[in-house]
């Protein structure tokens, strides 16, 4: 199983980013799958999950300005974030496993993608 995010980069606060997220070698469409980000310093938190159904749950901070979705065709899961803040800084990974429903909980996942760096200041 393979995931490679992508789409980081370096934005002003009130700006956005797409992160992509795409999949290899799992049956995408069978799963949930979420995001995850890590500060420097902080532990890794959950920022977004969705179902295998395509609902979705969001940390209470980026609600309203995250949007998760994907595109089963494509086997890529990505992020909407709008509006962002600087404590949205950090490395963004995707993460997937074989379950239905997904959770914003670290321990839920057991394929991790290698992340992409969201910076803004």
């Known amino acids: 199983v393979q995931l490679v995010e992508s789409g980081g980069g370096s934005v002003q606060a009130g700006g956005s980013l797409r992160l992509s997220c795409t999949v290899s070698g799992h049956p995408y469409s069978r799963y949930a799958m979420a995001w995850f980000r890590q500060a420097p310093g902080k532990e890794r938190e959950g920022v977004a999950s969705i179902d295998a159904d395509g609902s979705t749950s969001y940390r209470q901070s980026a609600r309203g300005r995250f949007t998760i979705s994907k595109d089963n065709a494509k086997a890529t899961l990505y992020l909407q974030m709008n509006n962002l803040k600087p404590e949205d800084t950090g490395t963004y990974y995707c993460?997937?496993?074989?379950?239905?429903?997904?959770?914003?909980?670290?321990?839920?996942?057991?394929?991790w993608g290698r992340g992409t760096q969201v910076t803004v200041s």
């Open positions: 993460a997937t496993d074989d379950v239905v429903v997904g959770t914003l909980n670290v321990g839920w996942y057991k394929y």
